[in-house]
């Protein structure tokens, strides 16, 4: 059964940083494409940014050059190291996985976590 759990939202000041941890069970996060999303209230899902089996990654436009994507194949979690951080940041942040990284750019995954909440204040 595969599980993708979430961690390491908050509270933080606008400018400040936060890095998001998706911990992997069933699946090994170094063979599947792997992305992050948020969903901020009465918004639609958006995806964030992705990387690939191959280690490629991909980013939305407005968080290119401050949020950074990797994961770490020996603890099998994903990662999303988010500086900068703006009042648009504000969001629910869900990680999900899927064979296919095309699926992921359209927002689309098979596998989702439950979320962690990131709230950027001025």
């Known amino acids: 059964q595969v599980q993708l759990v979430e961690s390491g939202g908050g509270l933080v000041q606008a400018g400040g940083s936060l890095r998001l941890s998706c911990a992997a069970s069933g699946l090994t996060v170094s063979t599947i494409a792997m992305g992050w999303f948020r969903q901020a209230p009465g918004k639609e899902r958006e995806f964030v940014a992705t990387?690939?089996?191959?280690?490629?990654?991909y980013y939305r436009h407005s968080v290119k050059d401050r949020f950074t994507i990797s994961r770490d194949n020996a603890k099998n979690t994903m990662y999303l190291q988010m500086n900068s951080l703006n009042l648009g940041d504000t969001a629910l942040y869900y990680c999900a996985a899927d064979p296919l990284f095309t699926s992921l750019l359209l927002s689309k995954g098979t596998y989702w976590g439950q979320g962690t909440q990131v709230t950027v204040s001025s």
């Open positions: 990387i690939r089996s191959d280690g490629a990654t």
